[in-house]
């Protein structure tokens, strides 16, 4: 009796503890079975080709339905189905259906390198090298972006769209305090000055002169425009990052811009403050262009009179270099119609898809002048020559450049920016910690 | 003889009970089978190889590699380290700050029942809300906790969830606002089945408020705390939920956990066999811990 009771306490035991283990299993078990109703639901129905698209904020995106419109146009006999898998967790959500093969996609939207990284690592991508030659896909109209993701010679995905950073200054702000609007050549001690001119007021009512969101890629990769390093290179223990991290850290100390602790623990999202103009200047990706003339169209946002100008740039490099991130268009290496799939993300991330991406006044992965006339054209863009010179760019930077162990390297970045961000560490230890972190990583 | 056919009479009644039981455990038990024990066994066998959720590659058996890595990742080292301070923190926080509600709130005080619905309040409510609450209070800059902190003089208050040295604490003190009230219910219930001939006799020897909680309702109350505790200590190994919503791991990976680091190292880096041995090594501290627990609650009761 005794004995029984000590095997059932074991039991009990073991079984209480076990329930720590179940939340990591529950995922695969879900997804093979959405996965075989979803195999089921691809399949094809005579001479129709059904394909599914995998991609995330499905309601809130312009171009997805505009782009299968156009598509469908041409080809009556497809039908194209969005398979929207959310945004924040999107990598994830996707990275669970490709595991274990047949997934149901067949057309995948690439959102960032360390995701692009770990699916051409598991294979989970179809290599479109040999497609690129046989279609005569002119690779240079994507202005060389496309090589920082060519791994061992073999291209995986067409990108569609092409985002950089540009910066946002608001009229109005610049106006009321007599100061001159930024140009497109500034260097980053002209844009410090200025941002200094630009602080007024206090309390609620308080005017900043920039503003960094907390992504590490707002401030550590102003390090990267002079094409000399990527964030990979731990060698030289990243000081050159250095001076960015001391002009941002030094700005948050005289209040010139907001504290990013605060911004971290209220969850401020950039377009907010930029919106409601309480920051004079703020560096943010292209894709905040759309958003803000359909916020200042729509009435939510009082940043109506902006402007873009050109990333600032260090002394002796080039304006017009900036940060990029580009999302592209793949097929799955388990689609059973690729051919199909193929032949969309050609159109797609062709001239023609391009055309139909600009008119909804998001920036497509071609730039043509074409398609700079139509974004610049738009409604609510603003009108003075400069803004329309801004999308010029001169060289793109990937904010993470292509290597199998991205997604590792991410994860240490994001850490020691915010260990640094937060002044939990100096900016040398926090720079040496990263270097070290990353070398554990890579080397 | 008559003797002979009885026992065969009560064997065949305990078979059929036993199948009868069985069969109201099966619905439950085969749902835990196939959703929980496989996949828990594939996690096993899943942290002996290399696999990063392709099906092409499949996984390969790479022995005990994964768990050699353990010893190398200053990541696992910092998880695990912050995973038991907090373990040892939030325990006797919660257990102490439930006992003490439910003592009070057991007493026929005035809108008992209010301030009952009060505390169990924060429970209930969704974490991802209460958080994103907490933290606007507890912002550094314009946050009210400190505003106030400064009013009465502090001139330096901490920064709370983004100060190094704080975050943990902010993390600690969030997670047992937000669970005493659970806990709280439990001692309540076992507080209310302590027989009250027991206080009066307690109260004929003389014993006073304090030793009548001593010696009357803590040893009462053994099996309540002996359950609290094992629910609070795995709950702790397990948190993930909170730690991501106040600080996200951070100021750098000064409040990462280890189920954190699992989640990053499964589904952002794809290592799965990695991740499993990291389960493991979670699996075996609550194991080894609950034993204990067990294996005291039984000194202590005997």
Known sequence: MNKLRKVTSLILAMSLSASVLAGCGNGSTESQASQASQAQASSQAGGQVKLVWALWDKDKTTYYQPLIDAYKEKNPNVTIEMKDLGSTDYQTALGTQLAGGDSGLDIITVKDVPGYAAMTNAGQLEDLTQYIKDNNIDLKKYGGITDQVTVDGKLYELPFRSDFWLLYYNKDLFDKAKVDYPTNDMTFEQYDALARKLVSGSGNDKTYGAHYHTWRSAVQLFGILDGKHTVLDYQDGYTWMKPYYEMVLKQQDDGVVMDYATLKTSSTHYSGVFENSSVAMMNMGSWFISTLMADNKAGKSTAKNFGIVKYPHAEGVEPGSTLATITGLAVASSSKNKEAALDFVKFASGEEGAVVVAKTGTIPAIMSDDVIEFITSMEGFPTDPNSKEALKTSHTYLEMPMNAKSAEVETALNDDHDAIMTKSISIDEGLKKMSEDVKAILG | ?302
């Not at chain 2, 907090?86 to 003592?103: E, K, R």
């Not at chain 2, 902010?170 to 806990?183: A, P, Q």
């Not at chain 2, 209310?192 to 009548?212: F, R, W």
Request: charged content about 10%; aromatic content about 14%.
């Open chain 2, 1 to 302: 003889m008559s003797t002979h056919v009885k026992t065969v009479s009560s064997k065949g009644r305990k078979r059929r009970n036993n199948l009868i039981a069985y069969s109201f455990i099966a619905p439950n038990f085969i749902g835990f089978a196939v959703f929980t024990l496989v996949p828990i066994l594939m996690a096993v066998g899943l942290s002996f190889m290399k696999w990063n959720g392709s099906a092409v590659q499949g996984p390969q058996f790479v022995g005990l590699a994964n768990y050699a890595k353990l010893f190398t990742d200053s990541r696992f080292k910092q998880a695990f380290i912050n995973t038991v301070i907090y373990t040892v923190a939030t325990v006797p926080l919660t257990m102490i700050t439930s006992l003490l509600l439910a003592v009070i709130l057991n007493q026929k005080i005035f809108a008992r029942n209010f301030f009952r619905t009060i505390s169990f309040f924060p429970y209930v409510a969704s974490l991802v809300a209460v958080a994103a609450v907490w933290n606007a209070l507890f912002s550094p800059e314009k946050g009210p906790v400190n505003q106030v902190l400064r009013a009465i003089g502090i001139s330096n208050p901490p920064g709370w969830a983004v100060d190094s040295n704080w975050a943990m604490a902010t993390l600690i003190l969030f997670s047992v606002w937000k669970n005493m009230g659970y806990y709280m219910i439990m001692y309540l219930a076992g507080l209310q089945s302590i027989s009250p001939e027991l206080y009066e006799a307690a109260g004929l020897d003389g014993a006073n408020t304090v030793q009548k909680f001593r010696y009357v309702t803590l040893p009462q109350l053994g099996n309540t705390s002996f359950l609290v505790l094992i629910m609070v200590t795995i709950q702790c190994f397990k948190v993930y939920d909170v730690v991501l919503m106040i600080t996200n791991a951070g100021p750098g990976t000064k409040t990462l956990v280890l189920v954190f680091h699992i989640y990053n190292v499964a589904f952002k880096q794809w290592d799965l066999g990695y991740a499993s041995a990291i389960s493991m090594v979670l699996f075996l501290m609550v194991l080894i811990v609950t034993i204990v627990q067990f294996r005291g609650e039984k000194k202590i009761s005997n």
